[in-house]
């Protein structure tokens, strides 16, 4: 994924090494590569470029890959129109905003398939997040819903 120009990401997610013993070489190791991007056509790009290298590894070292297209999920892009909103109701609130990508699979690429939508992130404290040391204020996760009810609520007095 550093291979490219963007804000693309690669994450190995899980290793799963047989037999998994310190001083012996493993005989089999598998694991998830997952690739996240906010155009289809970059995702197409990094999977190829994988195939690509896991190909050449083979060839190089005789070891047998195979690589498997576990899911795939389309990005889905954020409505400008909602963002637009969640950005002058947060601000309306004295909070402050600003429009990050977000190439997660999150509930909300799924809901896009069928209507419009935005997503609303609050600051994680020291800005680690998708890990197990993630963690949100209280604070900071109730401005979220200060944000949220309010943009339901100027919607709903269209």
Do not use: Y
Not at 61 to 73: F, L, Y
Not at 89 to 95: D, S
Request: glycine content about 8%; charged content about 25%.
């Amino acid at each position: 994924a550093r291979g490219f120009a963007g804000r693309q990401v690669g994450t190995v997610g899980h290793l799963d090494v047989h037999p998994n013993a310190p001083n012996v070489v493993p005989g089999r190791v598998r694991m998830t590569v997952e690739f996240r991007d906010l155009a289809e056509a970059r995702l197409r790009e990094m999977e190829a470029m994988l195939r690509r290298a896991a190909a050449e590894i083979s060839t190089s070292t005789g070891a047998a890959i195979r690589v498997e297209n576990a899911s795939h999920h389309e990005p889905a892009l954020a409505d400008p129109r909602l963002q637009d909103s969640l950005e002058a109701v947060a601000r309306k609130l004295g909070f402050a905003a600003m429009r990050l990508p977000s190439g997660a699979g999150h509930d909300a690429q799924m809901a896009a398939r069928l209507c419009p939508m935005a997503m609303i992130f609050v600051p994680p404290v020291g800005g680690i997040s998708h890990s197990p040391k993630e963690f949100t204020a209280w604070e900071d996760c109730a401005r979220g819903t200060e944000v949220l009810l309010a943009a339901v609520l100027e919607a709903a007095m269209r």
